[in-house]
């Protein structure tokens, strides 16, 4: 169920007035027409409806949100388990089985401030193929840009879990981000399209106000996957007629990605101490190699946690992109941080 909140313009009600000014009454008395040439009160527009979402809100009612109008079907991780249209939101995790710290709650939050920003000019959906494309959430003018990558195994895209939440925080910090949707189907074809996603940044960076040196790519699990590949070897690697430079930093969250090459970026990495599918272990050895080649790299490994714990609200980890952030700050070139 969705609850609209509208505002309706007042209306005009037509009320009959007594002329008593004298010489309009006496030139009524000689059949003269009186014409009213008071300037008329023009009736405000309606503000357009902004849905309110609940738990009880279907995934039907979420694909149909007017301001979701040609992406809503992204919203949800439908690449698993299918479509189902009469899904109440409060089920959320079912979408999700890759997945931990899932929240109905504040998936509906999430969606709510996503209906906002659309409504503000500070959010929108930008289509570079079937089913591949990029949410941007504006920060900025002329701030650095980050692209996250969420998980799913390459089965699904839990993008309300570990890409909106995270994208939107950026840009409140004034950072430009934006959210990968991917194809599922492996690993190759979705480091393609995120090679696709970066060129598309930098062939839009002049439209949206986007400062594309030392940006920066984030992802969990099988995003992290993607992020690591393109910090490695670039965007040539997985599309050869896309060259463009690779990142500032990559902020990875619990993947055993253990390829590597001496010229990777900075590397920041998060993990749950209890995570069955991510050892602890295979980031310790990552950062590690990292260091070993030269290249600064950090591991945080939280106590009490286990897989896909997206922003990590009400756990140990919560807050944990605030250290991602001051790390990826320290290769911005200090003249663009404002």
């Known amino acids: 169920m969705i609850v609209a909140s509208v505002c309706v313009a007042t209306e005009m009600a037509c009320m009959s007035r007594e002329v008593k000014d004298p010489v309009v009454q006496a030139d009524a008395k000689r059949g003269e027409t009186q014409i009213d040439t008071a300037p008329s009160i023009a009736t405000p527009a309606p503000e357009p409806v902004r849905p309110k979402v609940t738990t009880e809100t279907t995934w039907s ?3 149909a949100i007017p301001q979701f109008k040609g992406f809503g079907q992204y919203i949800l991780a439908r690449e698993r ?3 189902k249209p009469h899904m109440k939101l409060a089920d959320v995790a079912k979408t999700l089985p890759f997945h931990r710290n899932v929240d109905a709650n504040q998936a509906a939050d999430c969606i709510n401030k996503m209906i906002e920003r659309v409504d503000a000019g500070r959010m929108s959906y930008h289509s570079i193929g079937q089913d591949v494309g990029l949410f941007f ?4 003018p002329g701030a650095p840009f980050a692209i996250i990558s969420a998980g799913g195994g390459f089965y699904y895209v839990g993008s309300i879990h570990e890409g909106f939440p995270l994208a939107m925080t950026l840009s409140d ?3 430009n981000a934006f959210v ?3 194809r599922t189907g492996g690993f190759q074809i979705a480091c393609k399209d995120l090679a696709r996603g970066i060129d598309y940044v930098f062939k839009h960076a002049d439209e949206w106000k986007v400062d594309t040196a030392d940006y920066s790519l984030w992802g969990a699990s099988a995003g992290a996957e993607m992020a690591a590949a393109l910090g490695s070897h670039g965007t040539r690697h997985y599309v050869p007629s896309i060259v463009r430079p690779r990142p500032g930093a990559v902020i990875l969250c ?3 990605h253990a390829d590597y090459t001496r010229h990777d970026p900075p590397t920041y990495a998060v993990v749950g101490a209890d ?3 991510t050892k602890a272990s295979a980031m310790r050895r990552r950062v590690a190699n990292l260091k070993a080649a030269g290249i600064d790299a950090e591991v945080h490994v939280y106590p009490n946690l286990v897989h896909g714990f997206g922003m990590g609200i009400g756990t140990t980890a919560e807050g944990w992109h605030m250290g991602a952030v001051k790390f990826w700050e320290k290769y911005i070139k200090k003249d663009r941080v404002k």
């Open 275 to 277: 995570d069955r599918v």
């Open 254 to 256: 619990y993947t055993e």
């Open 180 to 182: 990968l949707q991917y």
């Open 81 to 83: 388990i299918g479509y």
């Open 173 to 175: 910090l004034g950072y």
């Open 137 to 140: 959430f504006r920060g900025r």
């Open 61 to 63: 009612e979420i694909v």
